[in-house]
């Protein structure tokens, strides 16, 4: 019952709501917290990122996309076990999202329709692809990222980027994501950004050995929710 009863407030809380600005920009949790992020599934490492997620305990936030079709059900067990759930968009092709905010928001519908097929709703959380300081986008739209960070408040969601992260966005070895992975820190309540999608297998290797380094520094590992501190980089373009 009590299980149930805290997706029930998930269903309420985190729901899109363009009434509710009640975001969190400069408050720390008053302890050691990590967001986990992961990016670009679900594919079959979800299931390997969930496994060990519950194998250490720690919750996290998936940020999905439309790629793999066959993995969406994984959305779903993802947020039954306590994980959140944001949108990253359908495709993650750059020509296709920052085409127009039309085209942004086709895509942002699109994926939320996925999402809400699997939870029962349309979530509030979303990370841009390429993160809210990528200059991609400007080479389709000029100054399209100036509008949609926010356009995207206006509606109701909030964006997230990250403070850490693994390297996974390039080609790495286990022992390399390990490496850039495992990083000393002094925030508070960093959100840490790695990769689920189908090419991230050595992401999945070097998960165990990054949540203990962490861990062993005082760390818990949180899912994001309004509460949580709101990273956003520099827009660039």
Known sequence: MAQAAKLAYRDYDFAV????????????????????????GPSANTEKALDILDQYGCKATFFVTGQNPEYFPWIKEAYKRGHTIGLHSMSH???????????FWA???AIG???????G??????????????TISN?????????LVNDVQERGYQFY????????????????????????????????????????????????????YYQARGYTFEALDRNSLVSHHTIEA
């Open 121 to 134: 709703y349309v979530p509030c959380f979303i990370r841009f692809p390429g993160g809210s300081s990528n």
């Open 113 to 119: 329709q996925v999402v809400k097929e699997q939870i």
């Open 107 to 109: 895509e942002f519908d």
């Open 17 to 40: 709501d363009p009434s509710r600005r009640d975001w969190n920009y400069d408050k720390m949790n008053g302890h050691k917290t990590i967001y986990l992020t992961f990016d670009d």
């Open 93 to 103: 092709d750059y020509e296709t999202v920052y085409k127009s905010p039309e085209d």
């Open 139 to 147: 080479d389709y739209s000029e100054g399209i990222m100036s509008y």
């Open 161 to 212: 980027d990250w403070t850490l992260s693994c390297g996974d966005g390039a080609v790495l070895t286990t022992e390399e994501t390990i490496m850039y992975g495992c990083e000393e820190t002094d925030e508070v309540n960093p959100t840490y950004l790695l990769h689920d999608g189908a090419a991230k297998e050595t992401t999945i290797e070097a998960l165990p050995s990054i949540i203990e």
